[in-house]
């Protein structure tokens, strides 16, 4: 315990036992560290505090004697004396659970919070053994769906104000509300306004009774089928964790667990309910080749026998970049590792790529200095250079938003277009490409033409080196090229050596395939070609002679007759890629593509060989999330049919090749990384299933890098179906965890070789073409819900996939001549166009034209061409 902490400990009494408790905790948190637990159903240690529902209540003693008080709400302080066990603070709580139970319908058979419900423990443990209550109970319409994914039964409510706290102060979307007065009072929706909020799902967990339940999980199961493993999500970069629960072989649902490092117990509503493309009927569950228009299926000995031939024959050209591998984000750090190896390794090719089109070069997230998701909330300040957070990464937006509430950080925002951190921004600035170039060289100089970020800055405390400033950094339009926020964050970084950088990609376990050498020209742990450790060498005989391709590059050789072979790994570029006729011709004319997937996507449709692979929750493995975190991904499912593990897959085609991968299982993996890798040395199997480094751990690791989380991963009340809180540690608990074990530090014939930095990467500004004559600038963003084979694949959530529209402001649609509700024709640079209903919004500047990517899908049409820096199209009434 540092000195600090020892200063601000006070003493107090609790059932006439001596503890000690930090100044200022409530008394709820104090006396469940020392092992008396309070009953309580309004509070939660991610809330603020209200003491509504009065369970909590405990004798304190005061100038007059004991009273009762809620200690959900009350400060410990020196010398303060407790009681929770006398007979008056009995009969309080027996007196709440008897007023709560008046109109609660007893319908706990048919309730899905049955056998799971802290009412039910509650009632059993402190409330009365029978009712007084003789008269009709109150009676509402049940249930209400207040949106797509929720539903209300207002019989059930005990006004514990939890779910309409979080909607409203966490998640800043206050569309659930008490209306109405005494035995009236209910929770309900807005007439005109469902309940449409990204988080809506966590309102569901952290409801204490059945009130709230979730439409893909209502009638599914009983929490006494269910078993759980903890796991991480990967439905984003984020890497939320969370406890994959089932029953009878399918998944049945997940619930957040609360990481202080990462999601605090949140989840998005895409991430939580994802579970149901995973059970989904379309899977593919065999091998299948084509055979004309159509697939039959065949064999894995035949299917890999087949890919051997093929990769034979175009390396008998001599030329392995021939052969080309596209790397999906729903890959574990064990498949990507499997397959960089069997490309760069066995193969001899460094065309590779994780990156279609929507990221960033490796070797530029490399260079950059990475913060962490705790250093980005506690900065001085956060300049914002990316996407919209809530449309991309939601629980990141949730992190941010909170710190800024409570004052702990200053954001400013720089882009082309509006978007949710608007709001919580001190400033937001609408930029140009060269007003990019101008703002990254002298944001901090007193002449700097962007004075009111500067202030900010300024005023916040950032030195003139970038000292306390993390700027996160993704691509906030995409029809600008990905060269231009490379350029704008290598001169950021140079301006100011000290800044940090979060890469706010959205493709999940991106930052694990850069760390593993998923892109061209680096190897595992972000060393290039050329500085390949010895250890490497040794363990991969054929390596590539000279720099690979990238996804552009492959498309473009495609399109040259110069790519033989193309894998795509857990990759659908004829949906994902942004110039979508570049990746449709060029993957039309590769001598012959291998899909691997978990179903038939718009490429895997196409495809000459379908080999079928294990989801999410069906292999075990690891995942790095955006800031450098590596966490354990468990397997909890068995996968249909004949799928197997990504990786698997690479050590069997690498055994037609006559060559060992040398693996056998994940575990052996994560062991040859750690001892290849120098970004992974330490890490192992054992380290991260540690009871205590569930939380995952930031590589590179540090001695001091294994003091590794506070053991507060649940509120136990709350969180139905997790395990009991002997076994997962208290909720509030700030106990840390030391490994016992020790780091081998690396000889120095093996210390990392120098990885790539800030002054090896050159800035490389492109020059953004002339705007053409009847043209508009474009925009081009996500949603949180556009067009995916998860998505569609999810029976509730493929309701929510947003609607094809464009965006202009009024005065734009007035020169158009165009009203809301019109159809408007979009036609790109080459003469491809699609028509689209007009959605008039003030927030789009003027002469800009805003596309929601993943909202269409038009063969012809691609509003974003990969040899433009900055695209326009023609926008005209239909």
Not at 455 to 469: C, H, I, P
Not at 580 to 604: C, K, M, Q
Not at 674 to 700: F, I, N, Q, Y
Request: aromatic share 6%.
């Amino acid at each position: 315990m540092s000195t600090d902490e020892s200063q601000n400990l006070v003493t107090l009494s609790i059932d006439g036992r001596e503890i000690k408790a930090k100044g200022g905790e409530l008394l709820i948190e104090a006396a469940e560290k020392s092992g008396v637990f309070i009953p309580r159903f309004c509070y939660h240690n991610r809330l603020p505090q209200v003491g509504v529902c009065r369970m909590c209540l405990v004798e304190v003693k005061g100038p007059r004697g004991f009273s009762l008080q809620p200690s959900c709400y009350l400060p410990v302080s020196e010398g303060m004396e407790v009681i929770t066990q006398s007979e008056k603070v009995k009969k309080a709580q027996d007196g709440v659970l008897e007023f709560l139970l008046i109109n609660h319908p007893l319908d706990c058979p048919t309730c899905d919070k049955g056998g799971e419900c802290p009412l039910q423990d509650q009632t059993l443990t402190y409330g009365p053994g029978e009712s007084r209550f003789a008269e009709e109970k109150r009676h509402w319409e049940k249930p209400i769906a207040i949106s797509e994914l929720v539903f209300l039964d207002r019989e059930r409510c005990i006004q514990c104000d939890r779910c309409t706290r979080f909607a409203d102060v966490v998640a800043g979307d206050a569309l659930i509300e008490f209306i109405g007065r005494g035995d009236h009072t209910e929770v309900n929706v807005f007439p005109d306004r469902p309940f449409s909020s990204y988080f809506s799902g966590n309102t569901v967990q952290i409801c204490p009774v059945g009130a709230l339940t979730a439409a893909p999980y209502r009638f599914k199961a009983r929490p006494w089928d269910l078993s759980q493993v903890e796991s991480s999500c990967m439905a984003c970069s984020m890497g939320c964790r969370i406890m994959v629960q089932s029953s009878q072989n399918g998944l049945t649902r997940y619930l957040g667990l609360d990481s202080d490092s990462v999601n605090h117990g949140w989840l998005c509503d895409k991430g939580r309910f994802g579970f149901e493309a995973i059970n989904s009927a379309d899977r593919v569950t065999s091998p299948m080749i084509r055979k004309g228009d159509s697939f039959v299926e065949t064999s894995w000995a035949s299917a890999l026998s087949l890919i051997g031939s093929k990769i034979v024959d175009a390396k008998a050209s001599g030329d392995p970049s021939r052969i080309g591998i596209m790397l999906g984000s729903r890959l574990t750090n064990e498949d990507i590792y499997a397959w960089v190896k069997l490309a760069k390794g066995v193969i001899g090719t460094d065309s590779v790529d994780s990156q279609l089109g929507d990221g960033l070069r490796g070797e530029v997230i490399a260079a950059l200095p990475r913060a962490t998701v705790n250093e980005a909330v506690s900065a001085k300040a956060v300049l914002a250079f990316t996407g919209d957070i809530k449309e991309e990464i939601p629980v990141l937006f949730l992190r941010l938003r909170e710190a800024i509430r409570n004052g702990r950080t200053k954001l400013v925002t720089v882009g082309t277009r509006s978007s949710s951190l608007d709001k919580l921004s001190e400033v937001s600035a609408r930029v140009t490409p060269d007003q990019a170039r101008l703002l990254a060289m002298e944001v901090t100089k007193d002449s700097s033409k962007f004075p009111e970020i500067s202030a900010v800055l300024s005023k916040q405390g950032v030195g003139a080196d970038g000292e306390g400033l993390v700027v996160l950094l993704g691509r906030e339009n995409l029809a600008w090229d990905q060269s231009i926020v490379e350029a704008f964050a290598l001169e950021l970084s140079r301006s100011l050596p000290k800044a940090k950088f979060l890469i706010t990609l959205r493709g999940s376990n991106f930052s694990g395939a850069v760390d593993l050498g998923g892109v061209p020209r680096l190897l595992p742990g972000r060393s290039s070609l050329e500085t390949a450790t010895p250890v490497l060498r040794q363990k991969w005989a054929n390596l590539p002679a000279q720099g690979g391709r990238g996804a552009k590059e492959m498309f473009n050789a495609a399109l040259r007759g110069e790519l033989d072979l193309l894998f795509l790994v857990g990759s659908d570029p004829r949906q994902d890629y942004l110039d979508s006729e570049l990746a449709n011709s060029a993957l039309d004319n590769v001598g012959f593509v291998v899909s691997v997937d978990t179903y038939l996507s718009r490429s895997s449709s196409s495809a000459d060989l379908v080999l079928p692979a294990a989801a999410f929750a069906e292999k075990a493995g690891t995942t790095t999330n955006l800031e450098g975190r590596v966490f354990t991904v468990n397997q909890k499912v068995t996968s249909p049919g004949l799928c197997r593990p990504d990786w698997t897959i690479a050590s069997e085609i690498a055994l037609e090749l006559e060559e060992d991968l040398g693996f056998g299982s994940a575990e052996d993996i994560l062991d040859e990384i750690a001892e290849v890798s120098p970004l992974h040395w330490g890490l192992s199997w054992h380290r991260l299933t540690k009871s205590a480094a569930l939380d995952g751990v930031v590589v590179p690791i540090t001695a001091t890098a294994l003091s590794i989380r506070p053991r507060a991963m649940l509120d136990q009340i709350s969180t139905p179906g997790i395990a009991s809180v002997w076994n997962q540690g208290l909720p509030s608990s700030k106990t840390s965890y030391f490994d016992d074990g020790t780091i081998e530090e690396p000889g120095s014939a093996s210390q990392p070789p120098a990885q790539a930095s800030v002054a090896s990467v050159e800035p490389i500004w492109p020059v953004a073409p002339v705007q053409p004559l009847g043209t508009m600038r474009l925009g081009y963003s996500r949603k949180l819900y556009g067009q995916g084979e998860h998505l569609m694949n999810s029976p509730h959530l493929s309701k929510l996939i947003v609607e094809a529209k464009c965006r202009i402001s009024s005065k734009t649609a007035k020169e158009l001549g165009a009203e809301m509700g019109d159809s408007l024709r979009v036609a790109d640079k080459a003469g491809g166009e699609s028509l689209f209903e007009l959605e008039i919004d003030d927030s789009v500047g003027d002469g800009i034209v805003e596309l929601i990517r993943g909202s269409f899908s038009n063969p012809g049409f691609s509003p974003v061409r990969s040899d433009e820096a900055v695209n326009y199209v023609k926008v005209e009434r239909a």
